[in-house]
């Protein structure tokens, strides 16, 4: 394996999860330790049953907080009144709903968003005496709104490693299909000005929409604190991709070794990695890790402490010692053999009136486990370590070889209990975006890979990164076109209140001068 070079960098916390979301293109990087792969399913899941639930109560609670009167005059004709009264979004009308589907160049979100408006409506003429209704426009009135909203989304990395989301191809269309008990005037009048509005939406909407994606991920930390003498600092990587599958996002994962000065643990992927994308199924998440990434967390265990022993086995007093890091292997093989460690030692093997001081490797397999909450460990097999003495002082024979060596396997097999207990100081935390009840480790040259089929958790980790974006995006939306239909600026419309009109010449009057 290559080496790393040097890096001095912060502390800081961050989730790993905070660059799933978004998914590029681009070609494989050679130094990516980490991969994350979504389907498009898992993504709609979320959407549906996470995400778009808290952009429905964000409707409820804005329709409803609307005046429950609002009344003008002068509507477009002097002597003029309208009226509104009882306003409300019913709760059981608003239903979002979102498609997702991926091809090369981005993830394409389509989100539809439905309510009603009910309220009692009359316009009426006010010149001498009572106001008179005009054309029939005196009735309860229910508005079926549907706002559509469609974009593509794609992520690349800027020069630091730090994820830039851009949004294209952007479409937004706004549409009263019902208009139940409106009159004809009115229902005339908003005919004409809708298709106006949506016009006028797909010009200035995007770089509103932008400016919120590029923000996402502005004050994102690139160091990720964890539990052992070790940080871990990451760089999105060129390798991201998506595809009709789904998405993926890959990285270089720095291991920063705290004992030796904050610099890079050495250990590089050889071969590289397999771009995440290409191993992807629909309808399940993937993560994918190298057997360098474990070799650099394991660095920095041997960095911070060796570890040795002395037993006795098959008649010999074994004294072992480490003397460089442990090195694990990944190959594409479905036993025992796929997951390997080589340790080196210097080993004092005793038996009166025998002596001998001898250079040692041995090999060993493991596993690795996901626990049901993400946790990745991994174990020793205490039954197939293979000890090969390199050389010895004194030299010695064949048989006395086999039985020195013979001792030293029996020595290691009996500590796998300490050495796994001491292993387990050394887990990854998965990102939480799936349930892990059944996960399937599969390995490849150089790597291992982890599938699990999953429905989004109630506190997603996925979820919550995509609700205040998804919600930024609808409330910007759905402020621009009410603001638009009122005369007032969308950043007037945070709270909204009565429509003001000011497009149709109306002036706001009290109610009670109806």
Excluded at 45 to 61: A, G, H, S, W
Aim: charged content about 20%.
């Amino acid at each position: 394996m290559g080496k790393k070079g040097e890096r001095v960098v912060g502390s800081g916390v961050v989730m790993l999860l905070g660059l799933v979301m978004w998914m590029g293109t681009a070609a494989s990087d050679p130094l990516d330790d980490f991969g994350i792969g979504i389907s498009t399913l898992t993504i709609e899941q979320t959407l549906n049953e996470i995400v778009l639930p808290v952009v429905d109560e964000l409707i409820y609670v804005k329709g409803n907080a609307l005046p429950d009167d609002c009344c003008w005059q002068d509507v477009e004709v002097a002597g003029t009144r309208l009226y509104l009264q009882n306003i409300n979004v019913p709760q059981e009308s608003v239903q979002s709903l979102a498609s997702v589907s991926g091809s090369d160049t981005g993830l394409l979100m389509d989100i539809l968003v439905q309510f009603d408006l009910d309220f009692f409506l009359q316009l009426c003429e006010k010149l001498i005496g009572p106001c008179v209704t005009i054309l029939f426009c005196n009735d309860d009135v229910s508005l079926h709104f549907e706002l559509r909203i469609r974009t593509v989304l794609d992520l690349y990395a800027d020069a630091e490693g730090k994820p830039v989301i851009a949004g294209s191809d952007f479409f937004f269309n706004l549409a009263i299909p019902d208009k139940d008990g409106l009159c004809f005037v009115l229902k005339s009048a908003l005919d004409v000005a809708i298709p106006a509005l949506n016009l006028v939406a797909n010009k200035v909407l995007p770089p509103k929409l932008n400016a919120i994606l590029e923000g996402a991920f502005a004050n994102v930390s690139q160091t990720i604190e964890v539990k052992g003498p070790f940080d871990l600092y990451w760089k999105l990587s060129n390798s991201t991709a998506s595809s009709n599958t789904g998405q993926s996002v890959q990285m270089e994962l720095d291991v920063i070794n705290n004992c030796d000065g904050d610099t890079v643990a050495p250990f590089e992927p050889s071969p590289p990695m397999v771009d995440t994308i290409t191993l992807l199924d629909q309808g399940h998440v993937l993560f994918q890790l190298t057997d360098s990434f474990l070799n650099n967390l394991i660095y920095t265990a041997f960095c911070a402490k060796t570890f040795d022993f002395s037993t006795e086995a098959n008649g010999f007093t074994i004294e072992l010692e480490e003397t460089q890091s442990p090195e694990m292997t990944f190959i594409n093989s479905t036993n025992s053999s796929a997951a390997s460690i080589t340790l080196k030692t210097s080993v004092k093997a005793t038996r009166f009136p025998l002596r001998v001081s001898a250079k040692v490797t041995a090999t060993a397999h493991f596993a690795l486990f996901v626990s049901p909450t993400g946790v990745l460990s991994f174990e020793l097999d205490p039954n197939d370590f293979v000890v090969t003495i390199d050389s010895s002082i004194p030299p010695v024979n064949k048989g006395t070889k086999e039985k020195i060596e013979a001792a030293i396997e029996a020595a290691y097999e009996a500590q796998v209990p300490l050495i796994n207990e001491k292993l387990a100081n050394y887990t990854f935390q998965l990102p939480q975006i799936a349930t892990f009840n059944d996960p399937e480790i599969l390995y490849g040259n150089g790597y291992a890979e982890i599938a699990v089929a999953t429905a989004p958790m109630p506190t997603s980790v996925l979820g919550d990164m995509m609700t205040p974006v998804i919600v930024d995006i609808v409330e910007e939306v759905g402020n621009y076109y009410y603001g638009e239909t009122v005369g007032s600026s969308s950043s007037q419309t945070r709270d909204l209140g009565c429509p003001g009109l000011a497009g149709v010449g109306a002036t706001p009057i009290e109610c009670q001068d109806l």
